[in-house]
């Protein structure tokens, strides 16, 4: 009876398991599932994300330095010869043992106002490291999403050449009919032939860079590269139009909310704090403290000594005070670490001017890719509807014996290219209207 339950529980076991490798083989994925699943998995992006951990523990290290510290410690000693006798404060030569134990205190009052500068300049790099991890995993879902369209295209190419080889086999086999007939000669044939075995290798090359566009989406992706991924087929809305708004405009929105610019107007905030909080160090700086000490000693001779509770009571002392540091000379390194911090800043303020220009000329370019890539589909979908006329019409006379082989051979290669075109114009429109969409504000993953 155990053994038919056992049984019966291993092959349920076995049947799930089947189950869920069969759903996971038959899982079709979605753009917005590939780019998810990328940023998810990216490791530049896990380490930036550590980054921006640590900007968060340099602005608690930061907050902590205003308040005050408290620190405990204790020491003993042995000594040996002679000696200073802890207890009566005179000279012996003995041996003897002492302890002691503190508690202590201490708070920056003024120090130039660094600290609170420093503060500030941690909370723009917490800033600054959200930024930059948001523009890494834009950055990411945009790649996936180039790869995912690059294999997209080579899908549908690889039908187009399943059809123009299909179309080949069929016209060869009617080719042959009619020279079986009288109505053909060899040369047609060999055309015929040529056709077909050209075709086939076309078919062939399409699939191959249809495995090599899966691996590199895999790369993007960080998909594990012995798995297979099926892609679910994107639902493209019949809306391609030229864009009306200019890239002035949507540059000039785009500086309060895209990750780049905030990224780096953040450096040049965080800059100038650093350079504030060096000039800083020039002043003097105020500093209170306060500690409780107490010690226990006793001589190894052999001799009566007071108990430790009582020593503990009777020495314990208590202090309080104020330091003034002045910086007179140490160096330079303060002078430097001005200077220093100066120039960093006017690299940051370059950086950044060259960010923003580059921000321009890429929101520039995608207006100009999508509007440029609108007129090619528009063109192309209109070249493939004639030339799908003229090919039907073309393939009539090819069998009426009007036109030659040769030429049926380049109407259909013409209007392959044709569709070919079309494609690749409706694919990178799509790509590049996601991008400027992206400027606007839109982000790449919907949630």
Not at 17 to 26: G, R, V
Not at 145 to 173: D, G, P, T
Not at 190 to 210: F, G, V
Request: net charge neutral.
């Amino acid at each position: 009876m155990q053994n038919a339950v056992l049984m019966k529980y291993i092959y349920l076991v076995i049947c799930s398991s089947l189950t869920l490798i069969c759903n996971a083989q038959d899982r079709k994925w979605t753009l917005q599932e590939c780019m998810q699943y990328a940023v998810e998995n990216n490791p530049g992006i896990h380490a930036q994300e550590a980054r921006t951990n640590i900007y968060r523990q340099d602005y608690i290290e930061a907050v902590g330095k205003l308040l005050p510290s408290l620190n405990a410690g204790t020491s003993i000693d042995y000594s040996y010869g002679r000696g200073l006798d802890a207890e009566t404060n005179t000279y012996t030569d003995e041996n003897s043992l002492s302890n002691n134990y503190s508690i202590y205190s201490s708070l920056q009052l003024f120090d130039g106002l660094s600290n609170i500068i420093k503060i500030k300049m941690q909370k723009v790099n917490q800033l600054m490291g959200r930024e930059k991890l948001q523009e890494i995993k834009d950055l990411v879902a945009y790649e996936t999403m180039e790869a995912y369209f690059n294999v997209l295209y080579y899908k549908e190419i690889v039908k187009l050449a399943e059809q123009q080889h299909a179309a080949s086999m069929e016209n060869l086999r009617q080719v042959k009919r009619m020279e079986e007939l009288g109505m053909k000669g060899f040369p047609d044939v060999a055309e015929m032939k040529a056709k077909e075995a050209t075709d086939n290798y076309n078919l062939t090359r399409q699939r191959n860079m249809q495995i090599l566009g899966v691996i590199k989406l895999k790369e993007k992706m960080n998909f594990p590269i012995d798995q297979d991924i099926d892609l679910e087929d994107y639902v493209f809305v019949e809306n391609i139009n030229k864009y009306s708004e200019s890239p002035r405009e949507i540059f000039e929105r785009a500086l309060s909310y895209l990750p780049k610019a905030l990224t780096t107007d953040a450096a040049v905030k965080a800059q100038k704090l650093s350079y504030q909080s060096a000039k800083g160090s020039l002043f003097p700086s105020i500093k209170a403290e306060a500690g409780i000490s107490t010690n226990f000693s006793h001589s190894l001779d052999g001799s009566t000594y007071t108990k430790f509770n009582d020593q503990f009571r009777d020495k314990c002392g208590s202090y309080f005070g104020f330091s003034l540091s002045l910086p007179i000379f140490n160096g330079f390194s303060n002078i430097a670490q001005i200077k220093r911090s100066k120039f960093q800043l006017v690299i940051a303020q370059n950086e950044r001017e060259e960010t923003l220009r580059t921000l321009y000329s890429e929101i520039e370019q995608a207006v100009a890719d999508m509007n440029g890539q609108a007129d090619e589909y528009l063109q192309a979908k209109r070249q493939v509807e004639a030339l799908v006329v003229a090919d039907n019409v073309n393939m009539q006379k090819y069998k009426e014996g009007l036109i030659s082989a040769i030429e049926l051979h380049t109407s259909s290669n013409r209007l392959l290219e044709s569709r070919i075109s079309e494609l690749n114009a409706k694919l990178k429109y799509y790509l590049k209207s996601n991008l400027v969409n992206y400027y606007k504000g839109e982000s790449y993953i919907k949630e």
